[in-house]
């Protein structure tokens, strides 16, 4: 079984459609600009259009800065919490025993007695 002519006309095909393709986008543009051309020359010939046109642009533009405004002035003036009440709360504590307070630790005995030893003549 040869694979030549299988690839022969598939490569064919993908060429045809290829240009099919880059025919198809060309009129879309054309289209686009022709169309872009006259609506240009619609609003070149029309005053009230052109009027319209810079009104709706300016109010547009007007609203966002607005928005923007009101926006920066409302994170800028934040209104003061309310005083927060002192809540105090009395605990007691109860009396405990005497505690013991670990400073060393040794694995050999001889090592911490000596320890205990140097710690209880620190004392005087």
Excluded: W
Aim: net charge positive; hydrophobic share 45%.
């Amino acid at each position: 079984m040869e694979i030549g002519p299988y690839l022969h006309g598939i490569s064919k095909g993908a060429g045809a459609l290829i240009q099919t393709a880059i025919c198809l986008a060309g009129s879309f543009f054309s289209f686009l600009r022709v169309s872009v051309h006259r609506v240009y020359g619609f609003v070149k010939e029309h005053e009230r259009v052109q009027f319209y046109l810079k009104t709706g642009v300016l109010g547009i533009v007007s609203i966002g800065l607005m928005v923007f405004i009101i926006n920066t002035v409302s994170h800028m003036v934040k209104p003061s919490p309310a005083p927060a009440e002192k809540i105090v709360e009395k605990t007691e504590i109860p009396v405990v025993k005497p505690f013991t307070i670990q400073v060393s630790a040794y694995l050999k005995k001889e090592f911490a007695d000596n320890y205990v030893s140097n710690l209880k003549k620190k004392k005087h």
